[in-house]
T-cell receptor
Framework: EAGVVQSPRYKIIEKKQPVAFWCNPI?????LYWYLQNLGQGPELLIR????????DSQLPKDRFSAERLKGVDSTLKIQPAELGDSAVYLC?????????????????FGPGTRLTVL | AQSVAQPEDQVNVAEGNPLTVKCTYS??????LFWYVQYPNRGLQFLLK??????LVKGSYGFEAEFNKSQTSFHLKKPSALVSDSALYFC???????????FGRGTSLIVHP
């Protein structure tokens, strides 16, 4: 079973530029999460999707961040414009409501992340 | 509200010795507890979880964790450490009524040859 796929793995941009990250969850997983991970910290939720609906987005800075999951499968997270403080790793995770694999229901499976550096 | 604490930034252990990575939590309802491992430049990898049932949970790569309700702890353990276990370990908790886990700051495990 293929894992969560994210691209790009690394991105370096100048401040005020736009940037987008892409995530393809594990096949059949209806729940998709975007997390922000700063250096030396645990992941912090930005947004959670149930199928194509954003159900938890209170932590998403909506003035510059946006996300979409139009067909309830893959998702894009965008930052426009990027600021220096946005430098971090952006993680995507997915989970299923029905037991799949060793983790069982509701276990989140993470992608490798996108490391963003804003200069 | 839910929170999790990993009191040690770093744990050092010699290869072959037992290891423990500590985690304590706070939730208002029933806790769902998770351990993840993160290798450099990789995403978090699921190790094990406690939802209900036996307090001792066995997971991947020989790791296990013990749920202790009275001490609100969920410490990660392994009887014999390997150098390849060196990584960053994250404990996470969520209230049974929530879909969103709260992660700890992580503990760096260093296993010396």
């Amino acid at each position: 079973e293929a894992g969560v796929v994210q691209s790009p793995r690394y991105k370096i941009i100048e401040k005020k530029q736009p940037v987008a990250f892409w995530c393809n969850p594990i096949s059949g997983h209806n729940t998709l999460y975007w997390y922000l991970q700063n250096l030396g910290q645990g992941p912090e939720l930005l947004i959670r999707y149930e199928n194509e609906e954003a159900v938890d987005d209170s932590q998403l800075p909506k003035d510059r961040f946006s996300a979409e999951r139009l067909k309830g499968v893959d998702s894009t997270l965008k930052i426009q414009p990027a600021e220096l403080g946005d430098s971090a790793v952006y993680l995507c995770a997915s989970s299923s409501r029905t037991p799949r694999g060793a983790g069982g229901a509701d276990t989140q499976y993470f992608g490798p992340g996108t490391r963003l550096t804003v200069l | 509200a839910q929170s999790v604490a990993q009191p040690e930034d770093q744990v050092n252990v010699a290869e072959g010795n037992p290891l423990t990575v500590k985690c304590t939590y706070s939730v208002s309802g029933n806790p769902y507890l998770f351990w993840y491992v993160q290798y450099p430049n990789r995403g978090l990898q699921f190790l094990l979880k406690y939802i209900t049932g036996d307090n001792l949970v066995k997971g991947s790569y020989g790791f296990e964790a013990e749920f202790n309700k009275s001490q609100t702890s969920f410490h990660l353990k392994k009887p014999s450490a390997l150098v390849s276990d060196s990584a960053l370990y994250f404990c996470a908790v969520r209230d049974g009524g929530s879909y969103i886990p709260t992660f700890g700051r992580g503990t760096s495990l260093i296993v010396h040859p």
